[in-house]
């Protein structure tokens, strides 16, 4: 999804550096797809050369494979956090 809030890049100490441009900034939701064997290759490549990645995409990035963003939606609330957990807590309980 297109990234909404004001980006800041900060130091080590929390100072900020400068204020990134979001028009081309997007959020990466899951699920991610591709074709099982594109799929394969990919996690082979990783393996073979010790790559991590925080999500499917970025291991696509590593390999040099290109990736496109279909939009999602906002509604899509990724489960990450302790803050998160308490917000689908809040939609699913009212």
Known sequence: ???????KKV???LKIIKTIERNNLWLAQTPQGAT????????????????????????FEQAGIPV?????????IKVTTREDLEVIKRLLYT
Do not use: C, W
Request: hydrophobic fraction near 35%; avoid cysteine.
């Open 1 to 7: 999804m297109p990234v909404k809030e004001t980006v």
């Open 11 to 13: 130091d080590s100490k």
């Open 36 to 59: 099982l064997k594109t799929f394969g290759k990919v996690l082979q490549f990783a393996s073979r050369n010790h790559l991590q990645g925080t999500d499917e995409s970025g291991l």
């Open 68 to 76: 496109k963003i279909v939009e999602g939606s906002y509604a899509n």
